[in-house]
């Protein structure tokens, strides 16, 4: 099936930028929607940015002109370029592929932002 890996977490001071990365292998064909989520401790697993596979995008508020999600078809990638990064963005980090039946998750990657 399909396998999504994750990369790119990690410990940054605020204000500082990371780069995640989403790759998925397997049965690729037909991945439509690709999404990034994210849960702190806590709270409840929301969705942060989403990308159609035309390029539509869509953004939570809370990270709206500081987070840019991105997509590459031919390698089946999705990116979450993060700047100006706050300790509130401290979560882990899901990505969500989607085909017309089913979603495919990934494993989840930590981001922790120091103050």
């Known amino acids: 099936q399909v396998q999504l890996v994750e990369s790119g977490g990690g410990l940054v001071q605020a204000g500082g930028s990371l780069r995640l990365s989403c790759a998925a292998s397997?049965?690729?064909?037909?991945?439509?929607?690709m999404a990034w989520y994210r849960q702190a401790p806590g709270k409840t697993r929301y969705l942060v940015a989403s990308i159609t596979r035309t390029g539509i995008k869509n953004y939570a508020d809370s990270v709206k002109a500081r987070f840019t999600i991105s997509r590459d078809n031919v390698k089946n990638t999705v990116y979450l370029q993060m700047n100006m990064l706050k300790p509130e963005d401290t979560a882990v980090y899901y990505c969500?592929?989607?085909?017309?039946?089913?979603?495919?998750w990934g494993q989840g990657t930590q981001v922790t932002v120091s103050s």
């Open positions: 969500k592929f989607t085909r017309v039946l089913t979603d495919y």
């Open positions: 397997g049965s690729t064909s037909g991945i439509n929607t």
